[in-house]
């Protein structure tokens, strides 16, 4: 490990009941940069946001943030750590409002200093901001993501983790989200990110790392993978190799 290094994982074994998930998995993220985590579909992805945000302990291994080691961490210490997650999919409290959304996410600062932060968090999203009083539900698929992304940035995180941000999301809403995530990362901020859509999410990446049946088959500077004709095979196997298939024989 290195002193720029935010986050470790060290042959981490972690799974469902008797369905081991990660198998030995092993990397590291720089502080300060966005790591794009790929993977083909069941590969373990969403597995290692949630394994590092304490919802799934590892069997084996450890996981360290800053050089301190949080493996099996309650979510109160990883959240006290400055971690913060945006899970895969729709994760608002619909009938409430967007203002309310964001006090639910300050839970863990206190009223006084969630007030004062909301502001804060709504200047990256002017559109949120004014809905502020419609239900969350009511907001359209790409101001929802931003306002979960928002009440992740309430906590003033060190380490984000999101997990396919993109999904339902115009091209527009899209670069405004990754804009922002390399804004975020360019402060200090250290950023693990699933994301499907692959060559945009590179373009704001420093490292790609990819899994294939929970182990780590690839790790590349984000702008080296960029230039490979055979990006695609990372949402398919087969990451490691970047040589053309094998012509079938007859
Ligand atoms: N709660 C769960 N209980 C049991 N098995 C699970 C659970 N969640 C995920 N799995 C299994 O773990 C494996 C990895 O799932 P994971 O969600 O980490 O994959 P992923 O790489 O994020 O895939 P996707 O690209 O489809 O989101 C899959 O085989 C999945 O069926
Ligand atoms: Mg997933």
């Given at each position: 490990?290195?002193?720029d290094?935010c986050?470790e994982f060290?042959?981490?074994?972690a ?6 998930i ?5 990397f ?11 993977g083909?579909n ?6 290692v946001l949630k394994?590092?945000?304490g919802l ?6 450890d ?7 949080v493996?099996?961490?309650s ?5 006290a750590?400055?971690i ?6 729709r994760?608002l ?10 006090e639910l996410g300050g ?12 502001p ?22 790409g101001e929802q993501?931003?306002l979960?992304i ?26 405004d989200?990754f804009?922002?995530?390399?804004k ?15 060559k945009s999410?590179l373009k ?6 990819a899994?294939?049946s ?7 500077p ?6 490979d004709p055979?990006?695609e095979?990372?949402?398919?196997g ?7 298939p ?5």
């Amino acid at each position: 490990m290195t002193t720029d290094t935010c986050i470790e994982f060290k042959d981490v074994v972690a799974g469902y009941k008797d369905f081991m998930i990660l198998n030995n998995l092993s990397f590291q993220a720089k502080r300060g940069t966005i790591t794009l985590l790929l993977g083909p579909n069941g590969a373990g992805k969403s597995t290692v946001l949630k394994t590092l945000f304490g919802l799934l302990k590892p069997r084996q291994g450890d996981i360290l943030l800053d050089g301190v080691s949080v493996a099996g961490a309650s979510q109160k210490a990883l959240l006290a750590h400055g971690i913060a997650f945006v899970p895969q999919g729709r994760n608002l409290f619909g009938q409430l409002s967007v203002y309310e959304n964001l006090e639910l996410g300050g839970i863990t600062l206190g009223m006084k200093t969630t007030h004062e932060r909301i502001p804060e968090v709504l200047e990256f999203f002017p559109r949120v901001k004014q809905r502020l009083h419609s239900p969350a539900a009511a907001l359209s698929g790409g101001e929802q993501k931003q306002l979960e992304i928002g009440r992740a940035l309430l906590l003033r995180p060190k380490v984000i983790l999101i997990d396919e941000p993109s999904i339902g999301l115009s091209p527009m809403v899209v670069a405004d989200v990754f804009k922002l995530l390399r804004k975020l990362a360019d402060q200090g901020t250290t950023v693990l990110m699933v994301e499907q859509n692959v060559k945009s999410a590179l373009k704001i990446s420093d490292e790609a790392i990819a899994l294939e049946s929970g182990r780590l088959v690839l790790q590349k500077p984000a702008s080296e993978l960029l230039a490979d004709p055979h990006i695609e095979r990372l949402f398919l196997g087969g990451a490691h190799t970047t040589a053309a298939p094998a012509a079938a024989t007859v």
